[in-house]
């Protein structure tokens, strides 16, 4: 399953706004479709939303593809699931013959 790496997409777009010398007010200014916020949350490392995310790659310069990771995934068979530890069953502290 792909994956982009935001906390590497943000040392990167911090180092090109450094790069290029835009502080954020600059860069908001520079880039009218972006807003502070959004900034601030790409610099950082947080989580954005495809377009944004496509959308700052392009303003800056950066390829998006280039922070996007595979990561194995995982196999789930009968097998598997059988495998899997099950808690047992005990009787509720609290007694009576609906609790089991």
């Known amino acids: 399953m792909a994956e982009i790496d935001f906390h590497r997409f943000g040392d990167a777009f911090a180092d090109r706004l450094n790069g290029i010398g835009y502080s954020l007010s600059q860069a908001e200014q520079k880039w009218p479709e972006t807003d502070r916020a959004m900034l601030s949350r790409a610099r950082a490392g947080k989580t954005l939303s495809a377009g944004n995310y496509l959308l700052l790659c392009e303003m800056a310069g950066l390829d998006p593809y ?8 995982c196999r789930v068979t009968r097998k598997s699931i059988l495998e899997q530890a099950v808690t047992r069953g ?11």
Do not use: C, I
């Open 66 to 73: 280039a922070f996007m990771t595979r990561a194995k995934r």
């Open 90 to 100: 005990v009787a509720r502290e609290t007694g009576g013959d609906l609790d089991r």
